[in-house]
């Protein structure tokens, strides 16, 4: 079952921070580059969590860019919850009911 995305993420404020985010950060990942490693990103990560910090949602000091590898190690359980998904998509048998077409014989 696929969660709803939170319509939050969603809002035009969200999305100027976001883009505010990546531009200050030069689209690079924050900690790939920690380690010393440019890795390009595409994601504005909220250090504090979201849920637990709300007040911190669009506090520019929260947030980060992040590839997506650094992304799933900071939230495992997304990355979990897609990996489950693909599985139960593989498992569906798609079942076509194919007829062919009547012919009269004299």
């Known amino acids: ?7 939050f993420y969603k809002s035009t404020a969200w999305k100027k921070c976001r883009e505010t ?11 790939c580059l920690r ?3 440019l890795t390009t990103a595409n994601t504005a990560h909220h250090i504090k969590p979201l849920a637990k910090a709300p007040d911190l949602a669009l506090d520019e000091d929260n947030l980060e860019s992040i590839c997506p590898t ?3 190690q900071e939230h495992p359980e997304r990355a979990k919850r897609k990996k489950d998904e693909k599985k139960k998509e593989k498992r569906r048998a798609r ?7 009547r012919v009269d014989i004299l």
């Not at 079952?1 to 319509?7: E, L, V």
């Not at 985010?21 to 900690?31: A, F, V």
């Not at 079942?95 to 077409?101: C, L, R």
């Open 1 to 7: 079952m696929k969660k709803k995305a939170d319509p």
């Open 21 to 31: 985010i990546l531009t200050r950060d030069h689209y690079l990942c924050q900690p």
């Open 35 to 37: 380690r010393g490693k």
């Open 70 to 72: 650094c992304h799933n």
């Open 95 to 101: 079942v076509i009911k194919i007829e062919g077409n």
